[in-house]
T-cell receptor
Framework: EADIYQTPRYLVIGTGKKITLECSQT?????MYWYQQDPGMELHLIHYSYGVNSTEKGDLSSESTVSRIRTEHFPLTLESARPSHTSQYLCASSEVTGNEKLFFGSGTQLSVL | DAKTTQPNSMESNEEEPVHLPCNHS???????IHWYRQLPSQGPEYVIH???SNVNNRMASLAIAEDRKSSTLILHRATLRDAAVYYCILSYSGGSNYKLTFGKGTLLTVNP
């Protein structure tokens, strides 16, 4: 059973607002990820982190930013939300030993009006 | 990056075995084969992974071809709760730099 939590589960906001999507895990995993997924489409890696103070951009360019100040916490921020940001955002974590399984949260469904 | 090819959809009947195929003809010698599944309105969950030998766990079995250019995920007795999108993924690079690239997967429908 995964111990990784995302809040909020659903978010509807207006254009131009600043938002932060929260992701926390209690497994002590060093590596964390953010994926973006549109309905019926594949997941795209947008950010990942090897550990505290480490952040890397993923395969898909994103206007969002992330931070990793604590091992268990990996929030994603959009400074000015736009309708094109409407999507599902999935957070995941894994150990850093390589080829370890990913644990995913339930996701945040973001709708920007 | 090594790519995988899966059928867009498959259908099965409850309590029957399901064989989900995956082709990965450009796999490298160090790539692991991972399978995840995503139930509706949920994040993906790990199913199984392997390198060369067939693997079994409580959820499924993974059969890997001898040349490693294809693999099959086997659900021994499908239940309605197995209806999901199944992703076959190759690990990208090894060690601490590995990351998984998800494709569109196979949508499995299980009929009662």
């Amino acid at each position: 059973e995964a111990d990784i939590y995302q809040t909020p589960r659903y978010l509807v906001i207006g254009t131009g607002k600043k938002i932060t999507l929260e992701c926390s895990q209690t497994m002590g995993h060093d590596k964390m990820y953010w994926y973006q997924q549109d309905p019926g489409m594949e997941l795209h890696l947008i950010h990942y982190s090897y550990g505290v103070n480490s952040t890397e951009k993923g395969d898909l360019s994103s206007e969002s930013t992330v931070s990793r100040i604590r091992t268990e916490h990996f929030p994603l921020t959009l400074e000015s939300a736009r309708p094109s940001h409407t999507s599902q955002y999935l957070c995941a974590s894994s150990e850093v030993t390589g080829n370890e399984k990913l644990f995913f949260g339930s996701g945040t469904q973001l709708s920007v009006l | 990056d090594a790519k995988t090819t899966q059928p867009n959809s498959m259908e099965s009947n409850e309590e029957e075995p399901v064989h989900l195929p995956c082709n990965h003809s450009t796999i490298s010698g160090t790539d692991y084969i991972h399978w995840y599944r995503q139930l509706p309105s949920q994040g993906p969950e790990y199913v199984i992974h392997g390198l060369t030998s067939n693997v079994n766990n409580r959820m499924a079995s993974l059969a890997i071809a001898e040349d490693r250019k294809s693999s099959t995920l086997i659900l021994h007795r499908a239940t309605l709760r197995d209806a999901a999108v199944y992703y076959c993924i190759l690990s990208y690079s090894g060690g601490s730099n590995y990351k998984l690239t998800f494709g569109k997967g196979t949508l499995l429908t299980v009929n009662p």
